[in-house]
């Protein structure tokens, strides 16, 4: 999905829905969980392009989805200053105040199609912040927000895709402070908190390929073609089949 006449070199050769007018970065995002939740999937991972993810998280959220029935969104990133000791010896904790950034949000499909159509929907202002639309939705709706602890992908952008300063660089706050790493297989965890005898062997190569023809990566784009290229290397260096969406928000042509 591309704004009209927006191409990013990132993308050369992939198809592209070119909208037909600009939605700017707040409708493209509400517009994206609209067209994913009509798709009726398990669930729908949104992630922004400056991310870079570590092994095996697809496994591992097959694993743990859904933890409650009132579980809306789950945050595989959490900010360093939002870092908290997870319960129940499990590698989630519950959102308590209110999250920085959209970098990698999984979001069951039912509450983010109420999110979309809801009323917060059609009269948010978009300066205000995705993150922020997130988060007041899940209170309103009565679903809980849960992150990641540690975090199970880091921000690496050298500037974000509203407010380019220095002060919103993937650095301090705007990081997390516990990634575990590009190389650290999460699978390492399913038998800790999924103690199920079917959980007890390690996964085989044909699950590993059905976890790729399943999941659908829908990314966010804003003129960081660098960081998008990085984002796409690090999901093709796990799930090299796995399905890819990019949307285009940005201004290059």
């Known amino acids: 999905f591309a704004e009209p006449g927006i191409r990013s070199p990132a993308i050369e050769g992939w198809r592209v829905i070119q909208h037909r007018e600009k939605l700017g970065s707040y409708r493209n995002f509400v517009s994206a969980l609209r067209h994913a939740s009509k798709q009726q ?19 591992w959220l097959e694993s743990v989805l859904w933890p409650a029935p009132d579980v809306g969104v789950l945050s595989l990133y959490t900010a360093s200053h939002q870092t908290g000791g997870a319960t129940d010896g499990q590698w989630m904790r519950e959102q308590m105040t209110s999250p920085w950034g959209t970098l990698a949000q999984v979001f069951r499909p039912d509450a983010a199609a109420d999110m979309v159509a809801s009323e917060l929907a059609q009269h948010w202002h978009s300066d205000i912040g995705e993150d922020q639309f997130v988060w007041r939705s899940m209170q309103t709706q009565g679903q809980r927000f849960l992150s990641c602890v540690p975090s199970l992908v880091q921000h ?21 402070a516990d990634f575990v790493g590009e190389d650290y297989d999460a699978r390492e965890r399913i038998d800790d908190e999924r103690r199920a005898p079917e959980w007890s062997r390690p996964i085989e190569a044909a699950e590993e390929a059905s976890v790729e023809d399943a999941v659908m990566f829908g990314i966010t784009h804003f003129d960081r073609p660098d960081a998008l290229r990085r984002c796409v290397s690090s999901i093709r260096q796990w799930y090299p089949r796995a399905e890819i969406v990019v949307a285009n928000t940005g201004r290059l042509r």
């Open 41 to 59: 999937p398990d669930a729908i991972l949104s992630i922004e392009d400056d991310i870079v993810i570590c092994r095996g998280a697809m496994q």
């Open 156 to 176: 690496v952008g050298d500037d974000a895709a509203i407010e380019r300063d220095s002060s919103t660089a993937a650095a301090g706050k705007r990081q997390a």
